[in-house]
């Protein structure tokens, strides 16, 4: 008989928990359980005017209210940030962390500072000219980017679907120093055609964010950033090979 | 309804147009249209004291003479230092430009300034002992070096095929200048098993040469420098991935 | 008609000849011959108390006593090192060199010296810790950063198998100005999800060791580092693509 895995997925930015409706799908049907909830401030009509801590403590909430214990908690790009601090929170009820093309911050670190200075600059204009301090990806960036792997009329509509990311989190300098303590087992799954943050040692996913976790187990499969709307199937199976035991 | 696409395919040295015959097959097979001239010097018993201009001018002609527009420009290996000026010359003509396992070199470089010194001088030295200024690979370097995924009988058939290389273009430096400030949308189409130039960060094809095109699209297939010998229509299948909208 | 080759396989730490059972099988359903003797000190119950040149000896005493030539060496991880000096030794009897996720140690180079300082450590203490300066690797290293493209099940039951390395081959500087003037063919093999060495051009497998090769043949294919256990049809299909003219 397979083991059944629990598996909370949080979201990374300009997304909502919808993203991983088709990944919830899979690990359904293939007899697993699967939670995806939108962290505080993402999703389309919300308040922007969190910070990080509030993300983090609406994932943390959302655990409690649902009372969800012995999961693997697996984040994408963002939300690697938000799972790692999640995880200081309430190491005892995680089994597994998955990181997917996400950021593994280093303490003392924000996302920003894990990111090209040009990005950084393209960003911190973005927020300064929006009226609620949120970024919204020019449809370029999204469409070779991050979504690559899609043909044009997935591109659109999933561009349509995103919605302004708060800037806050993103500029946050986060205290990992009780994260690196932690023991708790960690797979990195990468998607290998992921060029949201450019390549290679200096400013790649992986294996710059990947070899922070230490001992580790890498997950790889063909495609993009954005996996979850190009290749949700495949995803789902690579997330099981992450978060098995 | 599927979009039809044009292709333009710009070869490297030792090639001539008819390397693309199988990958043009394909490609029309799926219901595009795809042209592949030969570059100026290059192919058997043609004059070899060429200029890189040259090769330029005879792909530009090319475009003119059939009044082509709204085409992907691919360039392969040497190739992608020939579409870059291309696409200087005529850039509202080309919907994107697709490097495979191609040079993108720094402006005011030329394509010997970005490979290792041992081929350098392996070049130098090779073109000093033709009487006409050319260059041709050694066996044991196209047999593991460029087309490893194959096997023996077709590594021995495409080596037949190749003819000398005119040197002068290799080490032309080139103003790039205006490319650099080109905005046509680039993808990268990266073979991953591709050691004609040795991989890493310092002399690899990707991510070196593919990062500096900004935003682009990377699309990754397995196989060697030669997969247009070796798997022509995954070849063909990655360039519409990467030519696509 | 195929080609038959001769395949001689060599394990790597904590493994003996039988690893490559499967692996052998898929060869020989193949059509081909494949050898795989245990390295001196390896396996369960025997004396640990061995040189690398002890390990060395015990190959090439193997080939001579089988009298093969004209055979394709394979060796894996450690047996990387071990290869390098049987090819020293008996060059005219190896057609090609294939280094599975292998050490290509640089001249005058222990293993040791080719791994982060942190695991340099934790061997260090290892072997002081036990009574006859052998080292066993821990589970967690072994589930996440050996073996983690298996379910849980296969883990345990290979971690059962493994038995203790001997600590002196592993520290031993290593005279490789033969090896380096070789003109052996050689092939690298690379399992892209091994994390058996933290991944990057610092102390990656690949291309770090790959690239001491010279020109070289790579063949790339998805799995840790212990593929011959988790994917041995595979590994055998790509020693073959590795291992032929």
Not at 58 to 86: M, P
Not at 92 to 121: M, T, Y
Not at 159 to 182: H, I
Not at 213 to 223: C, E
Request: glycine content about 8%; overall charge negative; charged content about 20%.
């Amino acid at each position: 008989m397979e083991t059944s895995y629990s598996f909370l997925l949080v979201h990374g930015s300009w997304h909502e928990g919808s993203a991983w409706d088709d990944v919830v799908h899979h690990l359904e049907e293939a007899g697993h359980r699967a939670y995806a909830p939108t962290v505080a401030g993402h999703g389309p009509g919300v308040n922007k005017d969190v910070t990080h801590a509030d993300c983090v403590d609406s994932i943390v909430e959302y655990v409690e209210r649902e009372d969800l214990s012995d999961f693997v908690l697996v984040g994408h790009s963002f939300g690697g940030t938000v799972i790692a601090k999640v995880a200081e929170r309430m190491p005892d009820r995680i089994s597994r962390l998955v990181f997917q093309n996400a950021f593994v911050p280093e303490d003392g670190s924000s996302l920003a500072d894990e990111i090209p200075p040009h990005i950084q600059e393209l960003f911190e204009t973005l927020a300064a000219q929006s009226d609620d301090n949120t970024i919204m990806l020019p449809y370029e960036i999204w469409r070779d980017g991050f979504i690559g792997d899609s043909d044009e009329s997935l591109a659109r509509e999933t561009y349509e679907y995103l919605s302004p990311e708060p800037y806050a989190p993103l500029v946050a300098s986060l205290d990992l120093s009780t994260f690196y303590g932690l023991e708790i087992p960690s797979s990195y799954l990468y998607c290998t055609e992921d060029v949201a943050l450019p390549p290679g040692p200096e400013w790649g996913w992986h294996p710059r964010m990947s070899n922070r976790l230490g001992v580790y187990r890498l997950v790889t499969m063909p495609g993009s950033h954005e996996t979850m709307f190009t290749d949700p199937s495949g995803l789902a199976e690579s997330i099981l090979k992450a978060g098995r035991e």
